[in-house]
């Protein structure tokens, strides 16, 4: 614990050091443009044009002549991937390969710990230096605008704060190991289905209020070095080729001087993708790479006066800066790396501990006390099920990872009888690219089900592992609804009659429909996809000995059609054709507007300490419009156990000209108390982050008149208000 705590303590250290360098952005300084304006003056233009394509599945070629080495990407939002094959998609089989897997990113949101965010991304950057990557793909930053989307588990939230938060202290870790990342997917890839061919419109305020903050906090604070266009279209325009949203806005707006790069296989012209701001093509699976939109076909249109020569050269300048700003014309100050390590393992358990949500604890049930026990049950396929192989792209080649059944098995199996029944069965394979892997997914197995129900009944206590894997967790498809499948709500309500001292588990990246058993258990944790420690950190919050200090990163609906997208009928879209009708009412903004009461709220999470908040006041009543708001409070810890709570800051703009949410979150920190501490704390928000986004003007709006600072643990739990005035 004394370990944990202090790992933790440098992380926070770590991202104050960071968090005092704002508008990091790419570095330009004149000495190293001179350097690339020399280096492109002795290229030829087909010299130039192989910088911008890949020449392989995840390599960019270089100039031996210039000493330009060739440029290595790699997958790895949550682990650096296992090695591929050069020209095909089948792993290298590669036996030093084997990395720190982390939990994916709605974990990583739910912790609501940048620390922790910044902690990652020094391992990352690590692993993918030992590895010899210079790019790594992540993280992806993504709105969760359905609880459907196959890649909720990687995007972090529905909250672009908490994303912004998060990503930002990801990026500048990563990136101070001179590994660039890759800010993904520029823009709206906020579903699976149609992905390659679905065009996305929204308004402009949603763009603004809602899409694009965490994508320029990215590139404005956190720096990152490049950013990855998504597959669909943007009202109209491919992402790769849109110039409102890659000459306007990312290079305009946010002074991006990166690599804007394709997706694998998401370029679709030459000229106009050119022309828009694209860089690097990336993954098409034309075998002759001289093929590709920005091989040979690009060189021609230079030479057909199509594309300025100029514009060519812009995009090796890109290139080539990030290329320096990652030291990779100077290996003996880069980074060496490392692989593996303790320091890198604790790293992953810190992150699955912090990230668990303590849902429902009627009775106390949880912790467990291991020492009172003489029997448990534990049931369900989750219980044994390795998680880290799957999701397709964010797939990882772990060194090892502890499923619950041998943590509880390896922490208490000496003196407590441990019984284990499968409870439902995996009852399909995914294929890529369809729903193949979520067939047949409401069987109900009763022989499977009666064997639990045995162990229930003859054990003291029962904890049900079960959830979603990723069969439905996945790139490429979306979920077909929001049901625990493989017959496990039956399961849980058959097992809970036989012995009512259930817990239940949920092991998931994405919102599952808990309607059926939240009357039926008195306890529910749930845990994500832990990682590589998933199944000592789930031990260690079941037996106490960590307490849960997670918190919903997106809301939990009681049933799907009360998610804004689907109750307004436009999630997937008609005709390849998406509207985000919802606008700006996306999540909580949308449930607390429209007084729908979800399962969980945004933000909830419960502990096995209390706390009381109190004193919650602002240094001054009345703002000028460039002030910043300095709201305090007091925290104490009123109960027995050591413990962290999330505070949440929301704001509310009662009287406005436009409608606007119930309230948007603007601050949160998470505090650490021993039983009985107190601490004041200050949370700042800047009067010109009240704003909304004036469509008629064009630009950001702070009306004068009165707002509401609203302090809570959860959207919908509000413990102290305070009204001021903007002048």
């Known amino acids: 614990m004394k370990l944990r705590l202090l790992l933790l303590l440098l992380g926070f250290q770590l991202l104050i050091v960071c968090a005092t360098d704002a508008q990091q952005m790419v570095k330009v300084d004149e000495a190293t443009e001179q350097k690339i304006r020399a280096l492109i003056s002795q290229m030829t233009l087909t010299e130039k044009v192989s910088l911008l ?10 100039i031996k002549k210039l000493g330009i080495p060739e440029w290595a990407l790699s997958d790895g939002p949550h682990g650096v991937r296992a090695e591929i094959n050069r020209h095909d998609w089948a792993y290298a089989g590669w036996t030093n390969d084997s990395a720190t897997c982390f939990p994916p990113g709605t974990a990583l949101a739910a912790t609501w710990n940048p620390g922790l965010a910044f902690k990652q991304g020094q391992v990352l950057g690590e692993e993918a230096r030992f590895r010899k990557k210079d790019v790594l793909l992540g993280p992806g930053i993504n709105i969760i605008r359905s609880p459907l989307c196959g890649r909720n588990f990687e995007y972090m939230s529905e909250d672009p704060l908490l994303i912004s938060k998060m ?15 890759s800010v993904k997917h520029w823009l709206a890839n906020n ?81 106009k993708a050119a022309l828009t701001g694209l860089d690097l093509e990336m993954g098409t699976d034309k075998s002759d790479y001289n093929e590709w939109y920005f091989a040979s076909p690009l060189i021609k249109a230079v030479e057909e006066g199509k594309v300025p020569v100029s514009v060519v050269d812009e995009k090796v300048e890109n290139v080539l800066r990030v290329m320096f700003n990652t030291k990779i014309f100077d290996e003996q100050k880069r980074e060496k790396g490392k692989m593996n390590t303790p320091e890198h393992q604790q790293a992953a358990y810190n992150a699955a501990a912090e990230a668990a949500v303590l849902l429902q604890n009627n009775g106390n049930l949880l912790p467990l006390h291991f020492n009172k026990i003489r029997s448990i049950a534990i049931i369900g396929d989750n219980a044994t099920r390795k998680h880290c192989s799957g999701g397709l792209s964010s797939e990882i080649k772990t060194l090892y990872e502890i499923t619950p059944l041998q943590a509880l098995q390896q922490k ?47 054990s003291d206590v029962v904890i049900i592992f079960g959830g979603l894997n990723h069969d439905f967790d996945t790139e490429s498809s979306d979920k077909q609804n929001m049901d625990l499948p493989y017959g496990q709500e039956v399961l849980i309500q ?26 039926r258990v008195p306890s529910i944790l749930w845990s994500w996809f832990g990682g590589m420690e998933a199944g000592n950190a789930v031990a260690d919050l ?55 009461q979800p399962q969980f709220p945004f933000g909830y999470g419960l502990s096995y300490t209390n706390f009381s908040i109190s004193h919650f006041a602002t240094d001054k009543l009345s703002y000028g419009k460039n002030d910043i708001i300095r709201a305090k409070f007091t925290i104490k810890n009123t109960g027995s156990a050591y413990g962290a709570e999330v505070v949440q800051l929301y704001v509310s703009d009662p009287v406005c000209s436009v409608v606007r949410p119930e309230k948007e979150l603007k601050a949160f920190e998470k505090i650490f108390l021993k039983p009985g501490e107190t601490k004041t704390v200050t949370l700042q928000v800047k009067v010109a982050d009240l704003a909304f986004y004036d469509e008629l003007k064009k630009a950001w709006n702070t009306e004068a008149g009165e707002y509401i600072l609203q302090l809570g643990n959860s959207s919908r739990n509000i413990l102290q208000k305070v009204t001021i005035s903007v002048r």
């Not at 394509?53 to 270089?62: D, I, L, Q, R, T």
């Not at 990503?167 to 990342?181: E, G, P, R």
């Not at 058959?494 to 309607?515: C, D, F, M, Q, R």
Request: glycine share 8%; net charge positive; with cysteine.
């Open 167 to 181: 990503a930002v202290a990801y990026i500048k870790a990563l990136q101070s190991k001179d590994v660039a990342a």
């Open 494 to 519: 058959e097992v809970a009659k036989a012995n009512p001292k259930t817990v239940v588990v949920i092991i998931a990246g994405s919102p599952v429909k808990l309607a059926g058993i939240v009357h």
């Open 412 to 458: 208490f199996g000496a003196s407590v009888k441990i019984n284990y029944a499968q409870g439902y069965e995996k009852q399909s394979t995914f294929k890529e690219g369809n729903n193949a892997g979520q067939s047949g997914t409401g069987k109900v197995n009763w022989k499977l089900i009666d064997e639990a129900v045995a162990v229930a009944k003859e």
């Open 191 to 271: 579903q699976e289905e149609h992905r390659d061919s679905v065009d996305v419109t929204m308004s402009e305020r949603a763009l603004r209020e809602i899409y694009l903050p965490a994508f320029k906090a990215s590139v404005m604070e956190g720096g990152a070095y490049t950013v990855m266009a998504a597959y669909n279209r943007f009202r109209g325009d491919w992402c790769s080729e849109n110039d409102y949203l890659n000459r306007q806005i990312l290079r305009k707006e946010f002074g991006f001087k990166g690599v804007l790069m394709t997706d694998w296989s998401a370029a679709h012209t030459t000229v």
């Open 53 to 62: 394509h890949a020449n392989s599945k995840f390599y960019v070629s270089g």
């Open 542 to 596: 079941l037996s106490g000995k960590v307490n849960p200090s997670g918190k919903l990163p997106f809301t939990l609906p009681v049933t799907l059609s009360q998610s804004p997208a689907h109750a307004l009928g436009n999630f997937p879209g008609k005709e390849l054709k998406v509207n985000y009708e919802e606008e700006i009412l996306v999540g909580y903004r949308w449930f607390d507007t429209k007084k729908i």
